[in-house]
């Protein structure tokens, strides 16, 4: 079967850093998308890897294992607005985006 | 300029009503999508449309129908409502579907059924 798992809940201080990891069990891969969500909005794209490694955009960072099965999200100079759903999805062998719950990020000043 | 719009934002219906929900982007994309979110947050495609053809269709009620009148729009059409459709449905598009097509989502649709 197709599994994404993420923590449901993480909470950083602003100006940290944090990092949300996701595993994933998909049939087939075709890449792995990160959206972010403010609560009652609609997703917006963040990144995504194809290959294995590290991609930097600015004060986000996404890396991929696809042996393992692992992506991370990684945010730097955390901001409030940074305060978000972060929804892993990776894309299996017929394009279809799996969609995990997210991780609800809760940030303090 | 809205990319991808849906209406309405909220909707609110008795029980057993039949309901619309339209959608329209304007960039130019040849994939729509419609995608359900339930209270537990998880984001669950529905239908997805290439070029006006149906190419995904989940597993979903037939009183829930797609309608694609040209490639910029993607209708939702849903009869005999139930309580368990009560969620927030979001229409999204990408260019088509190759693998590296980011999917622009619309705001959503709010639906509650009373």
């Known amino acids: 079967g197709q599994n994404i798992d993420q923590p449901t809940e993480m909470t950083a201080t602003e100006g940290a850093i944090v990092q949300i990891n996701c595993t994933y069990q998909?049939?087939?891969?075709?890449?792995l998308f990160w959206y972010q969500q403010h609560a009652g909005e609609a997703p917006t794209f963040l990144s995504y890897n194809v290959l294995d490694g590290l991609e930097e955009k600015g004060r986000f960072s996404s890396f991929l294992s696809r042996s393992k099965g692992y992506s991370y999200l990684l945010l730097k100079e955390l901001q409030m607005k940074d305060s978000a759903s972060y929804l892993c999805?990776?894309?299996?062998?017929?394009?279809?985006?799996?969609w995990g719950a997210g991780t609800k990020l809760i940030i303090k000043p | 300029d809205t990319a991808v719009s849906q209406t309405p934002k909220y909707l609110v219906t008795q029980m057993g009503n039949d309901k619309s929900i339209k959608c329209e982007q304007n960039l130019g994309h040849d994939t729509m999508y419609w995608y359900k979110q339930d209270s537990k947050k998880f984001l669950k495609i529905m239908f997805s449309?290439?070029?006006?053809?149906?190419?995904i269709n989940e597993t979903v009620p037939n009183r829930f129908s797609p309608k694609s009148p040209d490639k910029a729009h993607l209708n939702l059409h849903i009869n005999s409502l139930e309580l368990g459709d009560s969620a927030v449905y979001f229409c999204?598009?990408?260019?088509?579907?190759?693998?590296?097509?980011?999917?622009?989502f619309g705001p959503g649709t709010r639906l509650t059924v009373l």
């Open positions: 999204a598009s990408s260019q088509d579907m190759r693998v590296t097509d980011t999917q622009y």
């Open positions: 999805a990776p894309m299996d062998s017929n394009y279809q985006l799996i």
């Open positions: 449309y290439n070029n006006k053809e149906l190419i």
């Open positions: 998909t049939s087939g891969f075709n890449g």
